[in-house]
Structures are given as structure tokens and as C-alpha cells.
């Protein structure tokens, strides 16, 4: 009998199954964009890129599906990897970006699975952790603080004392988490890093962006902090993004005094950073009532919107080189 044929996979497809999970990250990326668009007023923009996330979000959604049934060993040895948080992370922006749309039932959907998902993964690799690690290892704190950005959301639109409550734990283990990343971060990433040694930054901005968020949830009817709560919010808040700042700024730096111009999957992580830290600054500007910091704050989403456009050249060509050698 002759042998049974198979159809050969796509190159998109073959592409997108060699990408590591670090490419949730685009989404991430993509996701936090829209929300800083909306934060700044430019809702088409906004709506544009989180049409864009929700595509990507599907895609790795499938992937990760796929593999959890196709491959289950690949799958198990990915989930281990702090990359795989970025599954999380990814489904608390979106969340985040549908509450604020007012679609809240889907947003309280992403927020059961991200939950659902948080600790088995967030296990799997806090027991991994080890010395001289990559700017992957603050997603530990970067996937806690999307829970908590996304919870104080809702409760803020759902006026849910509880959620707020639980946002405020998840806040606080998120700086813990940070804490025992940087003690395992490789500081030699900064200018050696192919992209994912921003996240070092990026934790720091989503965490002021929690807060913030922890703030702005409190009204007349939750009463959900007292003056001594509050001051401290604002002062941790506040000292997050002053710190977020100065890495930004130290990065920023090492990237000028040795480019790394070739394009990598883990440039994805370069750029949520970016954003991240252009809604932090835009989102502590309202919560602390300081209207100027929204000047830098635009300028940030800006020079965010330019690195997703350099790094979305860099994906669209690495495609195209992975088409031409299947097509050879």
C-alpha cells in the first residue's frame, strides 16, 4: 500500500510553532498599548491595537492548547519556564483593556482563566528560579500584578469591595516576587540582553500601575482604605514609578552605548515595558491628581507606539525569511 501523505505545514504556522512562549509578550505588548491609547484619549488607535492583541491572544491561545494536547512533554517543560507567564500577563491586559470598555462579563471571564492558570504556573517556576537568571524572571511579578490591575479594575466598575481587597494582596506579594527575581537577575543582561532585560522595568511600572488602580477603586460607597492606607498607596505608588523611571532611563542608556539591533522574538518584552511605564505615568498622573506628569506620559506612549512599529518590521521579516527558505 503506498504511504499515506501529509499535508505540509503552513510557514505562518511553522513560524509561530518554533516561537518560544516569550511571544506572549506581543500581546502583552500590544495589549498595554491599547490601554495607554485609551488613557490618552486616541480610542481608534486604542481599539485598533487591541483588535490586534485579540488576534494574537487567540493564536497562542490555540498554540497552547494544541500543545498541551499534542505535545504534552513540550508543553510541561515550557510551563516551567518563567516565558509561560506571560499567558497570564497577556489575559489580565486584555481583561483590563474590556473593563475599561465596559464589557465586563468578558473581562471577569479573562480574569477567572488568568487566576485559574496563576498559581500552577507561578509554582512551577518560583521552584526554578536560580542565579544569573535572564529579565524573565520579574514575570513572576509582572503576571501578579496584571491579577491585580485587572481585580482593582473590575472592583472599581463593579463597586466589589472583595476584588479590591484581593487586588491589594496580589499587589503586595507582586513587590515580594520582584524582590526575589532581582536577587536572581543577571545585572550583565542590561547590556547584553536581547530583550527581555527590560521587564526589569516593566515589573516595576505594572506594580505602580496597580496601585494606582488600588486608589482610583476607592469611593464613597467601599470605603476601602482609611487616610493612613491611602497615604501609603500613594507613597509606594509613587516610589514605584520614580523607580520604574530610573530604570527605564539606565536601559535606555545601555541600549544607546551597545545596540542590539537584529531583531528577536524577546523584543516583544523590550516594548511592553515601554508601554507599560507610558500607562503608569498616565494613570499615577490622575490617581495622585498631578496633571503634568500626563505631558511625559504621551511622550512615553509615543516613543512605545515607534518600538512596536520597529519590532512589528522586525516579526513581518522574520516571517518572510522563514517563508523563502520553506518555499527553497
Known sequence: MPAPTTTP????????????PTAGAAVMATGILSVALHQAGYETLSRIALALACAAWLALAGGFTARLLRDRARWLKEAATPAALTAIAATAVLGTRFATLGWQPLAKALLALAALLWPGLLIAVVRRLHPRMPGAVFLSCVATQGLAVLAATLAATESTAWLAHAALVLFWLGLVLYVMALTRFDLRQVTRGAGDHWVAGGAL?????AGSKLMSADSASLYLWNEDDTDVLRTVTVALLVLDLAWYAVLLLAEIGRPRLRYDVRRWATVF?????????LAVATAV????LKTPGEALLWIAVAAWLAVAAGAVLSYTEVTSTERR
Open 9 to 20: 505545514a503552513s510557514p505562518l504556522h511553522t513560524w509561530w510553532s518554533q516561537s518560544p
Open 205 to 209: 511600572a505594572i506594580s505602580a500601575l
Open 289 to 292: 491628581d498631578v496633571p503634568w
Open 273 to 281: 515595558p515601554m508601554g507599560m511605564t507610558a500607562a503608569a505615568v
